[in-house]
């Protein structure tokens, strides 16, 4: 092994479409990254071939051996047995009992550290982010759907049988919507930036005299999880109505999870959370108001994530760092 | 000290209208108990005296020495610090920040242990009941509020600041139901034993010809919850709708809490449980069904607690007995 401050972490971040690598030192920094198509048609063999050796490659390429590697951390999608190293189900690659972190260990023989991508963003986010300096924190990601992760005394917590923190899957509303799980009204049928997005193009349909309508072009397929904020920004009420609702789901899912963990902490991350403020005032105004006990005991702060597109290599370079402490 | 065979402790399950107390073995056998009216209006120092002097006095009219006494626990209801032994707020005592622990050890000087009390009966039946054997569940009691309970590990885990585990205070349904906490839509609102009387009350009221009318002797004050089940059971259709919707928002809090922690456990308690398997067999097919992932992880059982009156006191002394392990 070489000198000690050399040593560095492989973090893995796969996606549906891409899977994003980094060697990242032991103070979170990146010092190096790259990333590959996952094409996830794939034999899962072939995928993590592609992986181990890109990986390999970028450790060589940036002068380190494979001896100043401690590990490698990866954040999968999915249902992940993260004790055996494996991924149990993912509907995002069509993953069904794939052993990743021994068919990895065939390219890269360290260590390996395997976790659901929410759990590793949480980490994250509490290692070197937005809840930088707090024990516990709950995640939550708005985007295709919501994912949620959720750290207790500075650990990701992953439910028994590795099946909890499903936080998206929470009841969300009451319409009868059916959830991707299967279920129905889950959160993420509600507070996803997909439907926010759904939502949104069928108030526009509904009302062709609405900025909300102008703002997509005049063209549903345009429109976004933005324009919302931005109709209502401008007075528009469909816009208006849209975010009140959006908001609404979001602080009952919210204070459900204060009330559970009474965290230190409630990190948003994901598309929507670019509306910054707009999101966190009035979700931290409900918390003050709504919070089981709020006179009495603590009421966690909103906050928007910091790490962004690097959120779950940061958490993946963590799982590697943190473990057997 | 005594014979270690002989070790005891003193459990105190503190109530709005009776506080009991018991000794118990350290296999959980109550060997004797004695119960107080709680007075409630009673400044605290009189109350915690009044409770000390009395669990001393069962002490040695039992035949035990303080020395063969390895501690109190005690199960209060509201928000406890357990850390520092003081109940921060008591709506059902009227308790604000009393420091329950100090007082007591003016009377008996041993370690004490306080905890919810909802957390209490949880603890109790892993340690001796229907989760015995079980590392992680989830306990919500159905009374006239819904409490919650959480063991994760085989500990109780509270939330941070002393203040999660309000499982009764989760999203329950969305018909502007105002909760005791304050909130709207709390699972406490659509599922405790109060709720369904009042369901139960607004139907019979509105179906004359109803046997759920009937059942009740035409006289709304005497509706209680067992009633609808009854109804339903003789094919009575308010009845039915009745049993209906309370499992059903049974059934949508139980699976958020499933998704959340994925337990291997989760134990109905309170008055509505006596309802037996006409409740879990329904909960137990909900979960099977809408669990995410529910092809690939493990679905937790839903079933019926066994320490009835006792709970409280086991899981009391479970403080004790578990304390630095």
Request: hydrophobic content about 30%.
């Given at each position: 092994m070489s000198d000690n401050k050399k040593q560095v972490v492989i973090a893995i971040d796969l996606g549906g479409t891409a899977v994003k690598m980094g060697i990242l030192d032991t103070s979170y920094e990146i010092l190096a990254q790259t990333s590959i198509p996952t094409?996830?048609?794939?034999p899962y063999e072939e995928i993590i071939a592609d992986i181990g050796k890109t990986a390999a490659t970028l450790l060589t390429e940036n002068g380190y051996a494979l001896s100043d590697c401690r590990g490698v951390g990866v954040g999968s999608p999915g249902i992940i047995d993260s004790k055996n190293g494996v991924v149990l189900y993912s509907n995002n690659i069509r993953w069904d009992h794939v052993p990743f972190s021994e068919t990895l260990q065939q390219y890269l023989p360290v260590p390996v550290y395997i976790q659901n991508d929410a759990n590793c963003m949480t980490l994250g986010e509490v290692l070197k982010?937005?809840?930088?300096?707090?024990?516990n924190a709950i995640f939550l990601t708005l985007g295709t759907g919501v994912g949620g992760g959720i750290v207790i005394d500075g650990k990701i917590?992953?439910?028994?049988?590795?099946?909890?923190?499903?936080?998206?899957?929470i009841k969300g509303g009451s319409q009868r919507r059916r959830c991707t799980c299967g279920r129905y009204d889950c959160l993420e049928a509600y507070a996803s930036a997909t439907a926010l997005i759904e939502d949104a193009k069928k108030l526009a349909e509904q009302h062709p005299e609405s900025l909300l309508w102008e703002l997509c072009g005049h063209d549903l397929e345009t429109m976004n999880a933005k324009i919302p904020f931005d109709a209502a920004d401008a007075g528009d009420s469909c816009g208006k109505t849209l975010v009140e609702h959006y908001i609404g789901y979001l602080a009952d899912g919210i204070t459900d999870l204060a009330n559970i963990f009474r965290p230190d902490i409630i990190v948003l991350g994901g598309?929507?959370?670019?509306q910054g403020e707009k999101l966190t005032k009035p979700l931290n105004e409900f918390l003050q108001e709504n919070c089981f006990g709020s006179e009495v005991t603590y009421i966690p702060k909103v906050v928007i994530a910091q790490n962004g597109n690097n959120a779950g290599m940061i958490g993946a370079a963590g799982l590697v760092l943190g473990a057997g402490e």
């Open positions: 094409n996830a048609q794939r982010g937005a809840a930088k300096g707090y024990q917590f992953e439910g028994g049988h590795s099946g909890g923190a499903e936080l998206g899957h598309g929507v959370c670019a």
